[in-house]
C-alpha cells in the first residue's frame, strides 16, 4: 500500500512520504507502524539471538552461519528502507555508510559506484533501494 504512493525520485521522495502521512486515508498510521514494526523485529531477532547464545545454539555452525547471513539482509533491507524518505538524514546516511564499502581492497571504489549507479548517491541509488526494499523481504 506505501508503495502505491510513493516516488523513488529524489526532487518527489520527500514529498510523496509527506503526502501520504497527510493526505492518504490513516497513511500516517500505515507509515508508523511499518516504521515501528521493523524496530520491533529486531527487537525480537535480538531476543532471539540472545537466547541462541544462552542455549549454545552457536555451537551448530551452519545454523547460525544461516542466521547471521539472514541478520545482515534484514538489517540492509531496514538501512535501503530508512534512506527512502529522502530527508538530509537519509541522503548523508546513505552516502557514509556505502561509502564505507570504499574500504574493501581492490573492488571498494566500483562496488560503491556500482551500489550508487554512478559518482554519487542520486536517482539512480533511490531507486535501486527502493527496489532492494521491495525485493529482499521476499
Not at 555452525?61 to 528502507?81: D, H, Q, S, Y
Request: glycine share 8%; aromatic share 20%; hydrophobic share 50%.
Amino acid at each position: 500500500f506505501l508503495a502505491m504512493h510513493y516516488t523513488a525520485d529524489t526532487s518527489m521522495a520527500f514529498s510523496s512520504v509527506a503526502h501520504i502521512c497527510r493526505d492518504v486515508n490513516n497513511g500516517w498510521l500505515l507509515r508508523n507502524l511499518h516504521a515501528n514494526g521493523a524496530s520491533f523485529f529486531f527487537i525480537c531477532i535480538y531476543l532471539h539471538i540472545g537466547r541462541g547464545m544462552y542455549y549454545g545454539s552457536y555451537l551448530f555452525k551452519e545454523t547460525w552461519n544461516i542466521g547471521v547471513i539472514l541478520l545482515f539482509l534484514v538489517m540492509a533491507t531496514a538501512f535501503v528502507g530508512y534512506v527512502l524518505p529522502w530527508g538530509q538524514m537519509s541522503f548523508w546516511g546513505a552516502t557514509v555508510i556505502t561509502n564505507l564499502l570504499s574500504a574493501a581492497p581492490y573492488i571498494g571504489t566500483e562496488l560503491v559506484q556500482w551500489i550508487w549507479g554512478g559518482f554519487s548517491v542520486d536517482n539512480a541509488t533511490l531507486t535501486r533501494f527502493f527496489t532492494f526494499h521491495f525485493i529482499l523481504p521476499f
